[in-house]
């Protein structure tokens, strides 16, 4: 039996308790672990390398659903993450041909910074939004609520305010446009907030879904993408409205931002209500001095830096995870990750160093 087997028995998927420590009620009695998403690669190196999905099909249409399943189970998480189909996202035509702005190089994907899909009224008409009252494709989220084991639950991606504003403007053309054309900007905000705000009273109606995690990455290493009074009025506001939804329906509200937040963190936690931030990086904060600072009053997610671990030894990193728990884990409120999310660059022994120092701390 493998270190991994063993101790997926000894401390089995609870989400009730991650639920518990990502609500600061405490210091919980075991390491939750979160990660935004795991690149391919290296769900597949994992899934290969310990025999997980022996037996699956590969014309299965759930294969994708059950290697996540299998995956996040083995590694001792207590949630599966869900979403809808991208056919329905509003950047849903986006690589439709060779002309479209989004670009996929080495596996990851890239927009052209320059110039969006709509930058004028024109374009605003005649771009081919999503119906948001149109029924929605839940099948990924209908999948785990009838086949997750009951000790997982889910947790569902949405709230990308910022994102679509310099997705669909393109960033260099959404800074001039909020000198000049703001009432543009205006309208793609109101319509963003629109499509969100269905998209997740649909997301609420399953009640297997505890968690819903707002992706909107704002900010660069040293600020933000736009001034912070253009982030209150454009894009916190669509945040708070979400948080309201979730809390009115139980839930949690946890935020995924790459960037430096430091202008608008104490209104992400006061205003907006955020439960949770995610996303770390050593160069704009350490997830410690967070804990020590705002991670008094909402829960702090990851932090175990991605480029630390891909450059890092095995000794180096598991006295990282174990120094980063001391601080981060007492109260509650600390849930162990990389920084940012398991890229496929990330060496793949490394990863599990992390994970599994996570699971021998307190054992």
């Known amino acids: 039996m493998s270190r991994f087997s063993a101790l997926e028995k000894l401390h089995p998927p609870d989400w009730e308790a991650l ?7 405490g210091t919980p009695k075991r390491v939750h672990h979160m990660e935004l998403f795991h690149d391919d690669e290296i769900a597949s190196a994992i899934i290969e390398r310990y025999d997980l999905l022996s037996g699956a099909e590969a014309n299965d249409p759930d294969l994708v659903r059950k290697k996540q399943l299998a995956l996040r189970r083995f590694l001792g998480f207590d949630y599966v993450s869900a979403s809808m189909p991208d056919r329905e996202m509003p950047l849903n035509y986006l690589r439709a041909d060779d002309t479209a702005p989004l670009r996929r190089t080495r596996g990851r994907d890239f927009m052209d910074e320059h110039r969006g899909p709509i930058t ?9 939004w999503p119906d948001p009252d149109a029924p929605r494709a ?4 209908e999948w785990f609520q009838e086949n997750a084991p009951d000790d997982m639950c889910i947790a569902c991606h949405t709230g990308h305010f910022a994102e679509y504003l310099t997705w669909l403007m393109g960033y260099e053309t959404l800074c001039y446009a909020l000198y000049d054309r703001r009432d543009l900007v205006r309208a793609l905000a109101d319509r963003i907030l629109e499509f969100h705000t269905a998209e997740l009273r649909r997301i609420l109606e399953f009640d297997r879904v505890r968690i819903v995690w707002g992706s909107d990455d704002m900010g660069f290493k040293t600020g933000l993408l736009i001034s912070p009074d253009d982030m209150r009025e454009f894009v916190l506001p669509g945040h708070k409205r979400l948080a309201r939804m979730v809390h009115e329906a139980g839930r949690l509200y946890l ?18 209500k955020i439960d949770g931030k995610h996303s770390f990086e050593d160069t704009i904060e350490d997830v410690r001095d967070a804990k020590r600072t705002y991670g008094r009053r909402t829960a702090l997610i990851g932090g175990i830096d991605v480029d630390f671990l891909c450059r890092s030894s095995e000794p180096a990193i598991r006295r990282r995870v174990r120094e980063t728990l001391d601080i981060c884990m007492p109260h509650g409120g600390y849930c162990l990750g990389t920084g940012n999310s398991v890229a496929n660059y990330i060496p793949l022994d490394h990863y599990l160093a992390m994970v599994d120092e996570g699971w021998r701390y307190g054992t």
């Open 19 to 25: 639920v518990a420590d990502l609500r600061r009620e």
């Open 120 to 128: 004028s009224w024109e374009e605003f008409e005649k771009y081919p």
């Open 138 to 141: 839940t099948r990924e989220i």
């Open 255 to 272: 935020l995924h931002s790459c960037g430096n937040l430091r202008d608008i963190i104490d209104e992400l936690i006061d205003d907006v």
